[in-house]
């Protein structure tokens, strides 16, 4: 089965990089890292999915993958958020920035990187050594390169407010781990300052109309609600972006569309009778979202994600091995009708 231009351009991209990532000497033994944003409804989890059999079966690629979904709270964790935010409907369920566990997302991270690193080496040591030593050696020192277990978020339970699952029911991979794909849809949203947040929710608050849908779900919030999430971003930049060495943005021509697709994808489930949300429930949760992509969206279109602040056009690196960001425009149907190299 041929693969779709999507994944043939968003593959290419990536095993290029791949490629050019291990002829630097010093990241030879390490994991290539893409970060993948995408939103609601543009098929980001079949998509991710697609381009991980694509690498394993046309290049002979290791590759793993996760999502930020992964790493949200537990439910009581997420209640006891809602708690101390009260009023806050931006907090009350999973999705936005400060419903995810980082520290857990970033101990993951760090555990496929440190394993495939130690699979490699041995891999290396195990190449340059005579058959009866290389044996010897594989046999004293399998336990040195463990599985990696990745959370498992079952969104199923607590009527459909979620959960994370038992440790038992974690996703085991097991090294190498050449590439790791890292998507979710606020991926790649960084934090504004208090007078660019302050500018874009007041100007929100002047030109509204009708026809501009994400403005007014922004407006609908109190600014002192928006900040909060803008400061929770802080910490993914910290302590998840600094892992990511390229990065995709699957973006929608228009960004209305998440409601066009998500009414889709439930209807759909609730013709199968798998209980998908009804279309007043599936605006509802689409309308949480709206002010961070009316907040963030812009910059992350117009700058490679890469760039240290506002005033750069292209980064220092952009023509180098790694810190490349490829955005890729979708219509409404989902088909592809532009791919740029930011």
Request: net charge neutral; hydrophobic share 35%; charged share 25%.
């Amino acid at each position: 089965m041929n693969s779709s231009p999507k994944v043939c351009s968003i593959s290419n991209f990536i095993v290029k990089n791949f490629h050019n990532l291990r002829r630097i000497p010093k990241l030879t033994s390490m994991p290539l890292i893409v970060g993948i944003s995408g939103p609601q409804g543009c098929g980001k989890t079949t998509l991710v999915s697609q381009i991980v059999q694509h690498l394993k079966n046309s290049n002979n690629l290791s590759v793993v993958g996760c999502s930020i979904d992964d790493f949200y709270l537990t439910f009581k964790e997420q209640c006891q958020l809602a708690l101390s935010n009260p009023g806050n409907k931006l907090l009350e369920f999973r999705g936005e920035p400060g419903t995810h566990d980082i520290a857990l997302g970033k101990e993951v991270l760090s555990r496929l990187c440190k394993v495939h690193e130690i699979y490699f080496q041995k891999k290396g040591l195990l190449n340059n050594l005579k058959d009866g030593d290389a044996n010897h050696l594989n046999e004293s020192n399998d336990a040195d390169v463990d599985d990696v277990l990745i959370p498992f978020y079952d969104k199923s339970l607590n009527n459909g407010r979620g959960d994370r699952a038992e440790v038992d029911k974690w996703i085991k991979v097991s090294p190498p781990f050449e590439i790791i794909l890292f998507e979710g849809w606020s991926l790649g949203f960084k934090n504004l300052s208090k007078s660019q947040l302050e500018k874009i929710y007041f100007s929100s608050k002047s030109f509204t109309t009708e026809h501009n849908y994400s403005a007014l779900k922004l407006i609908s919030h109190s600014l002192s609600h928006l900040s909060s999430i803008n400061g929770n971003l802080q910490i993914y930049e910290k302590e998840w972006y600094k892992f990511l060495d390229i990065f995709v943005h699957i973006d929608a021509q228009d960004i209305n569309y998440v409601y066009q697709w998500r009414l889709e994808q439930e209807r759909n489930m609730r013709n199968l009778g798998k209980g998908g949300m009804t279309d007043e429930q599936v605006i509802d949760f689409i309308d949480r979202y709206m002010p961070a992509y009316e907040l963030y969206l812009p910059k992350l279109r117009n700058q490679n994600f890469f760039c240290e602040n506002e005033d750069e056009v292209e980064c220092k690196d952009h023509e180098q091995h790694y810190r490349r960001h490829l955005k890729v425009v979708l219509d409404n149907k989902r088909e592809l009708i532009n791919v740029i190299l930011m």
